[in-house]
């Protein structure tokens, strides 16, 4: 894998900035943060020059469709001709110059960042602009948001591999130019921040969270320096929900789990389908834009990102038999569209099938029990757009945040909060893997908190775990427990019997509880470690691998592990840490790739 071609003179300067603020940063993450302004700016500024590309390509197309000299046939022939050619060029593209750039990019992000340690070729940012506002700008039914994603981190890894940054810290700016190009293109740096550590990460640590909300916030800030913010879908006036309604929420919620299963599901047989076909691969796109025209002859509102579809639907401009047809229509689209191979994101259709959703059921909810009430159809459309978000992407946090964000209406935030977490939970039971980690598994990786389970499936706790630096006695007095812990360097202690058996953990949060209640000095001699311990601790054997570890570990949001026997004596062996585990598996997938990066192998 080569490096990222950049100027000598800029290279220079690149790295004369990086010794200096190595040698004079405060702290390990100074120079981290510094960077994640600059890829905040850049990801915003990329953000900008993609929306320039789809909007020219936009007018051109609808410029030029008028002029088909066929009567009132001239629209639907136009639009057909000019979804096949955008097809036809975006597949010679693909085929041959722009071939790193493919699908809805965010699989690529994600397994760029979880196996190749955060490395992408930057070149794919400008390969990714252009085939992506071709699709697009031709009418192709995708969105911008997967493209940008990728633009985003292209830019961020780029500029980390400029500054010759460690694989971690690598990882992290390809997830911060992630977060920018969410935030940028929705102006919602909170959605941003959890798309980036939810479904790119896996990872909320804080010193992974702190740069990325930094390029998420001046990437919003750039974004809006050119063009000023306003919420994506503004409603002026809806009911709020009453108790009565949170059924009816949760109905919604778990329609959208359905209907998001039938997404990921179509469009897994799609790709199947066009992959199969006999043809070459430069003409799949065009066929799959050629199905999307069929489509758009009776429904024109399947083309492009569909966000004027979803203010009609807001603004109560469509009739509940359009919504439902439009459900059906635009999920058949968007498999044509993105399954045939073109470039483009799943956000804005997964928003537009959730929005004609909601909308729908909405509607014949307020026929039911809340008859002329103005704008409760709108609420029951946004709260859609979450929980089909949700269902195809498993981001609950993301698919909330992202809602208020774009309608900036905190009082939406409730009912989609209940329909987001019944979307979340019936669709991982009814489908385990996302819209995003089925593409993966189906190229054999399979991830878990962002870490490839097939590596962390080879690995044994044994070959990983150390000797616990401390241990704490049972019968341990309070008074000496303080000073013990006051001088470790763990924040996690195992808890053992006199006959060296594990039969509890203890952590800084149970002193602090004990503090909380009024320490008394006379009851010191009094209170043991046994008595403030958490009992029967999650433990894991020297034969498990890894993967069961790195299960465990999100148990309890634990940082360690103790270690023991495999005869159920609870007898200690050592311990295992997160970020050994973490380190280990890097190492792991840094030796799969020895004859890629031996050439590029440099110091962080």
């Excluded at 190749?116 to 911008?144: E, K, N, Q």
């Excluded at 191979?341 to 259709?349: R, Y």
């Excluded at 039969?503 to 046994?530: F, H, K, N």
Aim: proline share 5%; charged share 15%; net charge neutral.
């Amino acid at each position: 894998m080569k490096g990222p071609v950049v100027p000598r003179t800029a290279r220079f300067h690149f790295l004369r900035l990086n010794r200096f603020l190595t040698r004079y940063a405060p702290n390990t993450n100074s120079l981290l943060i510094a960077l994640s302004f600059a890829v905040g700016v850049g990801s915003g500024l990329g953000a900008l020059a993609f929306e320039f590309l789809i909007h020219n390509f936009e007018a051109v197309v609808n410029h030029q469709v008028w002029r088909f000299p066929f009567g009132s046939w001239s629209l639907p022939i136009g639009q057909i001709v000019f979804l096949v050619a955008g097809g036809l060029l975006g597949g010679i593209s693909v085929a041959t110059w722009a071939k790193g750039s493919k699908g809805h990019g965010v699989p690529d992000v994600m397994a760029s960042v979880a196996i190749r340690g955060g490395r992408i070729p930057p070149r794919v940012a400008g390969d990714t602009a252009l085939t992506a506002a071709v699709c697009i700008g031709a009418g192709g039914s995708a969105g911008p948001e997967g493209p940008i994603v990728q633009i985003g981190s292209a830019i961020g890894s780029a500029i980390g591999q400029v500054t010759r940054m460690s694989t971690e810290r690598l990882r992290i700016l390809a997830a911060c130019g992630a977060a920018g190009g969410i935030s940028a293109i929705f102006g919602a740096p909170l959605a941003g921040v959890m798309f980036a550590v939810e479904v790119i990460l896996g990872d909320f640590g804080v010193q992974t969270l702190t740069p990325i909300v930094i390029a998420s916030v001046l990437a919003a800030v750039t974004h809006q320096f050119f063009v000023a913010w306003k919420p994506l879908f503004p409603i002026t006036h809806h009911g709020f929900i009453h108790i009565q309604e949170v059924p009816s929420m949760v109905i919604l919620g778990a329609l959208a789990a359905v209907v998001s299963v039938g997404f990921i599901r179509l469009l897994v047989a799609t790709e199947d389908a066009f992959r199969r076909l006999h043809l070459p691969p430069a003409l799949k796109p065009a066929l799959g834009m050629l199905g999307v025209g069929v489509i758009a002859m009776a429904f024109p509102q399947v083309l492009g990102d569909g966000y004027q579809t979803i203010r009609d639907a807001l603004h109560g401009n469509l009739t509940l038999e359009i919504l439902a047809a439009l459900i059906v229509a635009k999920l058949l689209a968007t498999c044509f569209t993105v399954g045939a191979g073109n470039v483009g994101g799943l956000f804005a259709p997964s928003l537009v099938i959730g929005a004609m959703l909601g909308g729908a059921f909405g509607s014949v909810t307020a026929t039911l029990f809340r008859p002329g009430e103005p704008g409760i159809v709108a609420v029951y459309s946004l709260v859609g757009m979450g929980a089909v978000i949700a269902g195809t992407t498993h981001a609950t946090i993301t698919a909330i945040l992202l809602i208020f964000e774009i309608t900036n209406d905190y009082a939406i935030v409730l009912p989609a909060m209940l329909a987001v977490a019944t979307a979340t939970v019936l669709s991982s039971k009814l489908h385990r893997s996302s819209i995003y980690t089925v593409t993966l598994e189906r190229m054999g990786i399979r991830l878990n908190r962002g870490v490839e389970e097939n590596v962390m499936g080879s690995l044994r706790v044994g070959h990983v775990m150390r000797e616990p630096r401390r241990t704490i006695p049972y019968s341990m007095h309070f008074s000496r427990l303080m000073d013990v812990i006051e001088t470790s360097v763990d924040t996690t202690f195992p808890v053992l019997s006199p006959e060296g058996r594990v039969v509890g953990m203890l952590s800084y949060q149970d002193i602090r509880t004990v503090l909380s209640q009024g320490r008394d000095p006379e009851m010191d001699s009094l209170i043991v470690a046994g008595d403030i311990a958490t009992p029967e601790p999650v433990v894991v054997t020297r034969n498990q691998s890894l993967n069961d570890a790195m299960r465990l570990f999100g148990v309890r949001d634990l940082s360690m592990l103790p270690v023991v026997d495999s005869d159920g004596e609870m007898r200690l062996l050592g311990v295992l840490y997160r970020r050994d585990v973490l380190n280990a598996y890097r190492r792991a997938l840094l030796e799969r790739q020895v004859p890629d990066l031996d050439a590029e192998r440099r110091p962080g």
